[in-house]
């Protein structure tokens, strides 16, 4: 399956729009007036741009119970966001400034007060809407205010899993697709879709590519085969999920033949389609928190910025926010946070950071083939890589280096210029000097 070719140039800008914004942590059961909170985002547009972001990634928007990943009402944007006319304003404001919108479609689960479910709890087994779930009924007549058991999202009971064996579901998830997709919004960011079975995305994606041909569609995927899932379910690209991993661990571990190892696999990857890549999500500890010296904070950047991929930043870590997820009710909050009204109230200690995002993907931007380019690791230690990022007849050297000691690592004598980073070339010996936690990008002079 072949992307649109607008994605070739995207670099995404990830923000989970619930906490960005500050909304409370629950919706509440009664019916909750309507807060225009979407707007704040419009505020941080030019900074995204300013980046070097061509694209916002939006996290849940639809009315929802809590974290907007147990979604209630899949055609109304969370009244804790605002209503229609703010999403469409954001969309108007987001593509003037030439950036594409993705959306956060929650289609393995739902909770459990969106409304076909509770239809099943008022009428049951006989509800029209029961096959939408898989459910098991006790054996005994139904009586009402009983309820079933039923299959949830990894055991979280207040996420109802949906029966994506009904061809109702396929119906209803393919109008959602398409009603936002009318609305403006250019692609699909489908959550836990490795929890559904790829025979249910590829009619689904045809019937909707059919009337949106240009749309884009990835999944959430963290094991698994890759390429398979992609070519069972005619996704344009997944989650890379070991590429993550091994960038932080290979730099905590002081580890490289770890990241050359997957590096290795994303090359293959790329032989069937271009992974969505980052360092950091909405599901993770942040970068700078993860990492045990933060002066390595760069390298993984690097890395991120410099293979194949259609990389995503996600919001607070262009500016080393930290933050810890923990395994417990609320345990997201902290890598979650709220943005304050403006650019100018962050605090200055993060934008070294941002200036050191704007001068990667910058780089990135003169060099448009490394959205699909191989790697070929030149010399690895422990501590030490040099790598070769090749494409479309373009090829640059990387140089990274995670001790704390000055190293003179080799390099070819095509890459005597450096093109970005905090080394010195040595050409006279096809080599570059980096200090501690040093890292260059090569190419060749003139």
């Not at 906490?19 to 704040?40: C, I, K, N, Y």
């Not at 409304?115 to 099943?120: A, D, G, K, T």
């Not at 689904?204 to 240009?214: H, K, N």
Request: cysteine-free; aromatic content about 12%.
């Amino acid at each position: 399956m072949s992307e649109p070719k607008w994605v070739q140039h995207v670099i995404w800008w990830q923000v989970y729009p619930l906490g960005f914004t500050g909304a409370e942590a629950a919706a509440g059961s009664a019916p909750q007036p309507v807060v225009h909170r979407l707007d704040r985002l419009e505020a941080w547009l030019d900074y995204a741009v300013e980046l070097g972001a061509s694209g916002l990634a939006l996290g849940p928007v639809f009315a929802s119970e809590t974290h907007g990943y147990d979604t209630t009402d899949y055609y109304r944007i969370d009244p804790r966001l605002g209503d229609d006319g703010d999403f469409d304003e954001l969309v108007a404001q987001a593509h003037a400034r030439g950036l594409k919108v993705l959306l956060d479609g929650v289609f393995n689960h739902a909770g459990r007060s969106f409304e076909p479910f509770q239809q099943v709890l008022a009428e049951g087994p006989e509800s029209p809407t029961a096959s939408w779930f898989r459910l098991d009924w006790p054996d005994t007549e139904w009586v009402p205010g009983s309820e079933p058991g039923y299959e949830d999202f990894e055991g979280h009971h207040h996420l109802v899993a949906l029966n994506h064996d009904e061809p109702q579901v396929a119906a209803f998830v393919t109008d959602v697709m398409k009603h936002w997709l009318g609305r403006g919004a250019d692609g699909w960011r489908l959550d836990a879709a490795y929890a559904v079975p790829p025979s249910f995305w590829k009619p689904v994606l045809a019937e909707v590519r059919s009337e949106y041909p240009e749309a884009y569609f990835v999944g959430e995927y963290i094991h698994g085969d890759y390429a398979h899932e992609v070519q069972e379910s005619t996704l344009d690209s997944v989650t890379q999920y070991e590429l993550w991993k091994a960038v932080w661990s290979s730099l905590n571990d002081a580890n490289f033949y770890e990241l050359a190892a997957a590096l290795d696999r994303h090359n293959g990857f790329l032989e069937s389609f271009t992974p969505l890549t980052f360092v950091g999500n909405h599901d993770v500890t942040r970068l700078a928190s993860r990492l045990e010296n933060p002066d390595q904070l760069p390298l993984a950047l690097t890395v991120l910025l410099t293979v194949g991929g259609t990389p995503s930043i996600y919001y607070g870590d262009e500016q080393a926010f930290r933050g810890i997820k923990e395994d417990r009710a609320g345990g997201d909050d902290a890598v979650r946070p709220a943005f304050p009204e403006a650019p100018s109230e962050l605090a200055q200690l993060g934008w070294p950071i941002y200036h050191l995002h704007q001068e990667l993907i910058s780089l990135r931007r003169r060099h448009p083939w490394l959205h699909t380019a191989r790697t070929e690791v030149l010399a690895i230690s422990n501590e030490h890589l040099v790598y070769e990022t090749r494409g479309d007849g373009g090829a640059l050297t990387v140089a990274l280096n995670l001790s704390g000691a000055t190293a003179e690592l080799s390099v070819p004598s095509s890459a005597s210029a450096l093109l970005a980073g905090r080394g010195k070339t040595l050409p006279d010996r096809n080599a570059v000097r980096l200090d501690g936690y040093g890292w260059a990008v090569l190419g060749a002079a003139g």
